[in-house]
C-alpha cells in the first residue's frame, strides 16, 4: 500500500505545480507506478486514457496522504499497544486483543479527542511524539530476512 499511497499524491503535486502537464498525465501516472510498485500498464496505454482518474480520490480531488500516513501510524499504534499489552515477542506475533493494558491505553487516547494536538495523542500510545516508520520494519522484519535468505544471488527489483 504505501508506495501506491505515496504516488498518488506525487502525481497529484507534480500535476499542481505544472511540472506534469495535460499531454503528459497517462505517461507520467504510469512512470511512477513503475518506479514505486514495479508495475506497467497490462495493455498500451495514451494520453487519450486518464488512468489516474480510475482511482476516486484523483478524480474527486480528495488528497491521499492521509491514508499514508495512516498507514505508518497504525503500525507504531500496534507497537506501542504490545508494548503495553507486555509482548516481548516479535512484532508480527503481538496480540493486543482482550488486553486491558492495551484497552486502557488506546482509551487514555481516544479520550483526548480533538482536544489535544495529534503528537500528544502519539505520546500516549508509543511514547514518541514523531511519526516513526521503524514498526513497519520491525513487523515485517521476519519476512524481510526470509526473502533476502530466497532470493540470496538471485536478481531482485525492475
Known amino acids: ?16 505545480s505544472g511540472e506534469i502537464t495535460p ?4 505517461k507520467a501516472w504510469w512512470e511512477l507506478r513503475t518506479k514505486y510498485q514495479g508495475i ?7 494520453e487519450a486514457d486518464f488512468d489516474p482518474g480510475a482511482k476516486y480520490h ?17 503500525f507504531q499504534f500496534h507497537r506501542g499497544l504490545a508494548q503495553a499489552a507486555g509482548c516481548h515477542e516479535p512484532l508480527h506475533r503481538c496480540s493486543i486483543y482482550d488486553n486491558e493494558a492495551a484497552g486502557a491505553k488506546l482509551d487514555k ?3 483526548m479527542g480533538q482536544s489535544r494536538p495529534w503528537p500528544d495523542a502519539l505520546e500516549a500510545i508509543d511514547g514518541r511524539r514523531e511519526m516513526d516508520a521503524s514498526a ?23
Open 1 to 16: 500500500f504505501l508506495p501506491f499511497g505515496l504516488l498518488i499524491d506525487q502525481w497529484r503535486w507534480k500535476v499542481f
Open 136 to 158: 513497519i520494519l520491525d513487523y515485517f522484519a521476519p519476512l524481510k530476512q526470509w526473502l533476502d535468505e530466497q532470493n540470496q544471488g538471485r536478481p531482485t527489483g525492475w
Open 23 to 26: 499531454a503528459e498525465y497517462n
Open 58 to 74: 484523483v478524480a474527486a480531488n480528495v488528497p491521499y496522504t492521509r491514508y499514508f500516513l495512516a498507514h505508518i501510524l497504525q
Open 40 to 46: 506497467a500498464p497490462p495493455v498500451e496505454r495514451s
Open 109 to 111: 487516547m481516544l479520550a
